[in-house]
């Protein structure tokens, strides 16, 4: 069963293209007033419609979070605001000892403190509201394959910080669900590919060799992952649902792929997980 509210904001940040985009047009589509976050003002263009209204937000810019706070304020006695989404983020894979420390920061910037500062700013709105926190992670919040560690590191972070935030905030009625999706076919998985691939480009003869072979055989699972994957509606659908749901589970997975690897954490040990995701990756190695 889901929240009957209308008349009230969503905020979705991530929001020009792939999951976000969906999730922002479905949450219209039931009668919420959503602010969508985009980066251009294109991205605007291209997702304004009917009960979407875009927002230019970077989450890395404070002065873009302080412009959205205004934002919602002004809204704030006639529409209050219902839910967070915090679904902006970026991907790279790369292996720990090449990628350099600027990356590693600007990664975490972006899939970790971003949401933390656009979470700060917007809970005052949700404690009056008794709304709802959406963080959409990874099944990279879970495990982590050979050159995810950058990526699935901040997700890693996500799941514990919106664990702790979860009971931070039981007591005061603000709810705080996880969704972690797998596969979905999103322009996201293109470019973090790409990044990957130039990346690589940039590594030292001697890392070239030691993980060139890696590298390769991540980017071209990730690919096949990518286009074996959910489309970006369907993966919307499943986030709507944590966003409305009168009582919401603490997680939700996006993909049979998500809910089999998310299992195989809790059972397998560490040495087996190791050999199977080494597995995975045989066949595409050069």
Known sequence: ?????????????????????????QLAARGYH??????????????????????ILDITRPEHVEALVERVTADADRR???????NAGISVNAPVETLPLDEWRRLFDVNLFGHIAVTQALLPFL???RGRIVNISSVGGKVAMATYGPYAGTKFALEAVSDSL?????????????????????????????????????????HRQRYGGLVHAVVAHSQRFTRAGLPAEKAGAVIVEAATARRPRTRYTIGRDAAFLTRLTRVLPDRILDRVTAATLRPYLP
């Open 127 to 129: 404690h009056r509201s």
């Open 1 to 25: 069963m889901t929240l009957s509210h209308k008349n009230e904001t969503m905020v979705v940040t991530g929001a020009s293209t792939g999951m976000g985009a969906a999730t922002a047009r």
């Open 80 to 86: 209050p605001l219902r839910a967070l989404v915090n």
């Open 34 to 55: 959503v602010l969508a976050g985009v980066r251009r003002e294109a991205d605007g263009d291209a997702i304004r419609a009917a009960g979407v209204e875009p927002v």
């Open 166 to 206: 979860r009971r931070e905030l039981a007591p005061h009625g603000v709810q705080v669900v996880v969704v972690e999706p797998g596969a979905v076919r999103t322009e996201m998985g293109d470019r973090g590919a790409a990044t990957a691939t130039g990346l690589a480009e940039k590594m030292s003869p001697e």
